[in-house]
C-alpha cells in the first residue's frame, strides 16, 4: 500500500471508532429519553389542563386573621387582555405556566405524581429542554427542534 492509502485506511478507522462510541452512548441514554418523552408528555397534558379548565374563581373564607383568596387557577393578562401566565392546581398538583404574545405555552413548571418537572417549549408545543426531579432521579435533557435529544444528563439517586 501507498502512504496514502494507509493514512485514509487510518482515517476511517478512527472515524469508525468515534461512531461505535457514540452509538454505545446513545443506547445508554436511550431509556433517559423514553423516560423524558413521557415526563414531557404528562406535563403538556399539566400545562394544557390549566389552560382548558376554565370557570370562575371562588374566594374561601380564612379562619385566620388576615384575608385569603382562593380558586383553583389564577390567570395574569397584559395590557390587551391577552392570557400570559397562568398559576392553577389540578389532580397532580400547583403549576404555573407562561405564555407567549400569541396564547403558546413556551415555558411550564409543575409538581406531577413522581415530583417537580420545569419544561421548556417552542412555538409549537415542543419541549427544548426539560429538567426533572422525580422519585426515578433527576435529569436534564436539552432537545433539538425534532424533538431528538441532543444533551441528555440523567443522574439516579442513591
Known amino acids: 500500500m501507498n502512504d496514502s492509502t494507509e493514512v485514509r485506511l487510518e482515517n476511517l478507522e478512527r472515524e469508525l ?3 461505535k462510541a457514540e452509538l454505545c452512548r446513545m443506547r445508554r441514554h436511550s431509556p433517559w429519553l423514553v423516560r423524558g418523552g413521557f415526563l414531557v408528555v404528562g406535563f403538556l397534558a399539566l400545562t394544557l389542563m390549566f389552560l382548558n379548565s376554565g370557570g370562575p374563581a371562588q374566594a374561601r373564607k380564612s379562619p385566620t386573621a388576615h384575608r385569603e383568596t382562593g380558586a383553583k387557577r389564577f390567570v395574569v393578562v397584559d395590557e390587551k387582555g391577552r392570557p400570559r401566565a397562568i398559576l ?3 389532580k397532580d398538583g400547583p403549576g404555573v405556566a407562561l405564555l407567549d404574545e400569541k396564547g403558546n405555552v413556551r415555558a411550564s413548571m409543575g409538581l406531577t405524581e413522581v415530583g417537580p418537572v420545569i419544561a421548556l417549549l417552542d412555538e409549537g408545543g415542543k419541549s427544548l429542554a426539560v429538567l ?3 422519585t426515578d432521579g433527576t435529569g436534564l435533557a436539552l432537545l433539538d427542534e425534532g424533538g431528538k435529544g441532543r444533551v441528555l ?3 439516579d439517586t442513591p
Open 17 to 19: 471508532a468515534l461512531t
Open 88 to 90: 392553577g392546581m389540578n
Open 132 to 134: 426533572k426531579a422525580t
Open 153 to 155: 444528563a440523567p443522574y
